[in-house]
Nanobody, 125 residues
Framework: QVQLVESGGGSVQPGGSLRLSCAASGFTLDYYAIGWFRQAPGKEREGVSCISSSAGSTYYADSVKGRFTISRDNSKNTVYLQMNSLKPEDTAVYYC??????????????????WGQGTQVTVSS
């Protein structure tokens, strides 16, 4: 019944942009902190960004600061990740995850209760 679904992935050239969406069903995202994670081939899953339930706090991995922006539209029960100036090293499967509280360590995946199925992002020339 509880489900998170990512969308918006695809293939782009370096320097291009994508906007990922994380839509919830079975529950409202209003009261949840939402994190974005990614996993590239041969690498462990890493935290990309996080936004608090109130949207008053946001966090970003150093590798994406200045390029990615996380936001939420609670009226649509959706969280977004705007990705600009994409680099080949951004290639990964991107996941969104939800937690009822603001994570103490936002990039720690075990802090999150619900996960989406992932969406593929490929950046290549």
């Amino acid at each position: 019944q509880v489900q998170l679904v990512e969308s918006g992935g695809g293939s782009v050239q370096p320097g291009g942009s994508l906007r990922l969406s994380c839509a919830a069903s079975g529950f409202t995202l209003d009261y949840y902190a939402i994190g974005w994670f990614r996993q590239a081939p041969g690498k462990e899953r890493e935290g990309v960004s996080c936004i608090s339930s109130s949207a008053g706090s946001t966090y970003y991995a150093d590798s994406v600061k200045g390029r990615f922006t996380i936001s939420r539209d609670n009226s649509k029960n959706t969280v977004y990740l705007q990705m600009n100036s994409l680099k080949p090293e951004d290639t990964a499967v991107y996941y969104c995850a939800a937690n009822i509280r603001k994570p103490h360590i936002w990039y720690f995946d075990l802090e999150y209760d619900y996960w989406g199925q992932g969406t593929q992002v490929t950046v290549s020339s």
